[in-house]
């Protein structure tokens, strides 16, 4: 059973930056597609960034590219959302998530196994 567990949220000012972390176990994770998704309060939970665990490519929403990076530590097997240049609209519930496919996809439904979530406040 594939167990992900994210930390590092927190409430941080606009223009700051946070790191969030997602710990993953009970598989080995070199053919699966990890991602973070977040859901702001009353909307839906949306896209934010996916990795190819293997070869580490990656794909962003347009709402948060240039400003996050999503990258993974395949010896420690833990995802990683560096998030700079905050903004008032990233508030939000991050969830890390895993799929046991390589292939890209931004849908939440193709993601098998997802974290608690870790809450992120950006204050103006």
């Known amino acids: 059973q594939v167990h992900l567990a994210e930390s590092g949220g927190g409430l941080v000012q606009a223009g700051g930056s946070l790191a969030l972390s997602c710990a993953a176990s009970?598989?080995?994770?070199?053919?699966?597609?990890m991602g973070w998704f977040r859901q702001a309060p009353g909307k839906e939970r949306e896209f934010v960034a996916t990795i190819n665990w293997s070869s580490g490519s990656t794909v962003y929403a347009d709402s948060v590219k240039g400003r996050f990076t999503i990258s993974r530590d395949n010896a420690k097997n833990t995802l990683y959302l560096q998030m700079n240049n905050l903004k008032p609209e990233d508030t939000a519930v991050y969830y890390c998530?895993?799929?046991?496919?390589?292939?890209?996809?931004?849908?939440?439904?193709?993601?098998?196994?997802w974290g608690q979530g870790t809450q992120v406040t950006v204050s103006s």
């Open positions: 009970g598989r080995t994770f070199g053919r699966y597609r």
């Open positions: 998530a895993a799929r046991d496919s390589g292939l890209v996809t931004t849908d939440e439904t193709s993601y098998r196994y």
